[in-house]
């Protein structure tokens, strides 16, 4: 069965640094990995998304990579700030849905 | 536009009490699903429905029923509540589904379900 996994719970950095989140996935490779963001109390809501043809998507100040030889996808947010403080969840598609990995808390320190 | 409705946003049942959470979009999206969120498990699907008339199990379906009314609802019902089902519960919908969509999800505000 497919698997997502998030291997960081939580990751602090400090402001203006660039946050690098990662996301491994098992089996075979997804058509499409998803990113999310999670506000405490709140639904997720999409962010990027990338196919699995391409290397890498960006938008404003995220980026995503896509590896098929490692199973991987990294997600970068540059010029953090606190205002990026949340949790960051990956999402592959399915045969009918998405399988989330369990997310990376993010903080960003002022 | 409201996206994705969810009601009610907090609950507090009895063990063995019944209840439906309620959901419905405006986006006129052909998908809808109900996930379960809890600590450290992340978003676990327990039904969805690809389209209008259908409805599917997903990961967690055990203890719960669904029904699509219609293109714009989608309602999770516990028939008998038990304490394992304390968790905070998100409808989601996408336009599309299926294994080569895109299947980008839209999702409410969530549940908070407690059970005693």
């Known amino acids: 069965s497919q698997k997502i996994e998030q291997n960081s719970e939580a990751l602090n950095i400090q402001e203006g640094k660039t946050a690098t989140l990662t996301c491994n996935y098992t089996?075979?490779?997804?058509?499409?990995l998803q990113w999310y963001r999670q506000d405490p109390g709140r639904g997720p809501v999409f962010l990027l998304l990338i196919r699995e043809n391409e290397k890498e998507k960006r938008k404003e100040r995220l980026k995503v990579t896509f590896d098929t030889t490692l199973k991987q996808s990294l997600f970068h947010i540059t010029a953090s700030q606190p205002a990026d403080s949340a949790t960051y969840l990956c999402a592959q598609t399915g045969a009918n849905n998405l399988f989330f990995g369990t997310g990376t808390r993010l903080t960003v320190i002022p | 536009n409201a996206g994705v409705t969810q009601t009610p946003k907090f609950q507090v049942l009895k063990t063995g009490q019944s209840m439906t959470l309620q959901c419905a979009q405006d986006m006129n999206h052909n998908s809808m699903y109900w996930y379960r969120q809890d600590p450290g498990m992340g978003l676990r699907l327990i039904y969805y429905?690809?389209?209008?008339?259908?409805?599917d199990k997903g990961e967690v379906p055990n203890g719960y029923n669904v029904s699509r009314l219609n293109k714009r609802e989608f309602s999770l019902r516990l028939e008998s509540a038990a304490p394992s089902q304390t968790s905070v519960y998100f409808c989601a919908s996408s336009e599309e589904g299926g294994p080569l969509a895109k299947n980008i999800q839209y999702f409410g505000a969530g549940t908070r379900l407690s059970v005693l």
């Open positions: 089996n075979y490779s997804p058509a499409y």
């Open positions: 429905s690809a389209s209008e008339g259908t409805t």
